[in-house]
């Protein structure tokens, strides 16, 4: 079945370095892969989203690539800032138009 | 305001009673779903309906019934809670094609004594 996997379940960083969060995944449909950010008591909400084979997409300074032939989909960013603090989901959707998510990680950015 | 909204926020029952969830989304879209977030944040889709009609249900125990009146809300019905249901109920609505965004509404938390 369709799944996702994050390996990184807790990453704390200092402020100003740079993150890349994993993510892949299992499909034998077209993929569309999704990032979703949730802060604090907060709902998810979107970061990026992508379906384009080897084309980077950015948003708010985040930045990812969909690899088709690794199935791979890992977020990044060049300079992360303490309101990065938040828990971080990969997401896929396929022809049943649901989202199955990963496990998750958390980003802790300290001063 | 255009958004997903969620009553109640929280909820406390017993073991064995029955609770309603209600969800709204004033975002004009055709597709709604229920997710739930358990203790350890892991996010699991339960329920997606399309204007009203079930589309995917999940493996989800039968005593979780969702309703829906019309395509802007979707509610959730629990018949007899059990202490696993604890967790947070998160709704979304998007158009309903696989490349569009989900936005969720602030979800409603249970807390089965």
């Known amino acids: 079945g369709d799944s996702v996997t994050q390996t990184e379940g807790l990453v704390t960083l200092t402020k100003g370095l740079p993150v890349m969060l994993n993510c892949t995944y299992q499909?034998?449909?077209?993929?569309?892969l999704f990032w979703y950010v949730q802060h604090l008591n907060e709902a998810p909400k979107l970061l990026l989203k992508?379906?384009?084979?080897?084309k980077r997409t950015e948003h708010q300074g985040f930045y990812a690539t969909l690899h088709k032939s690794s199935s791979s989909f890992h977020l990044q960013k060049s300079s992360v800032q303490l309101s990065d603090s938040a828990l971080y989901f990969c997401?896929?959707?396929?022809?049943?138009?649901?989202?199955?998510f990963g496990s998750g990680t958390k980003l802790t950015v300290e001063p | 305001e255009t958004a997903v909204f969620q009553t109640p926020n929280y909820h406390v029952t017993q073991v064995g009673n029955e609770v309603s969830f209600n969800c709204k989304q004033t975002?004009?879209?055709?597709?709604m779903y229920w997710y739930k977030q358990d203790s350890k944040k892991l996010l699991k889709i339960m329920f997606s309906?399309?204007?009203?009609?079930?589309?995917v249900n999940e493996t989800v125990p039968r005593r979780f019934s969702p309703q829906s009146s019309d395509k802007a809300h979707l509610n959730l019905r629990i018949k007899s809670v059990e202490p696993e249901d604890s967790a947070v109920y998160l709704c979304?609505?998007?158009?309903?094609?696989?490349?569009?965004?989900?936005?969720f509404g602030p979800g409603t938390r249970l807390l089965v004594l």
């Open positions: 979304a609505s998007s158009a309903g094609g696989a490349q569009d965004t989900q936005y």
């Open positions: 499909t034998t449909y077209s993929p569309f």
């Open positions: 992508s379906s384009t084979d080897n």
């Open positions: 997401a896929l959707s396929t022809n049943y138009n649901v989202l199955y």
């Open positions: 975002l004009g879209h055709d597709t």
């Open positions: 309906y399309n204007n009203k009609q079930l589309i």
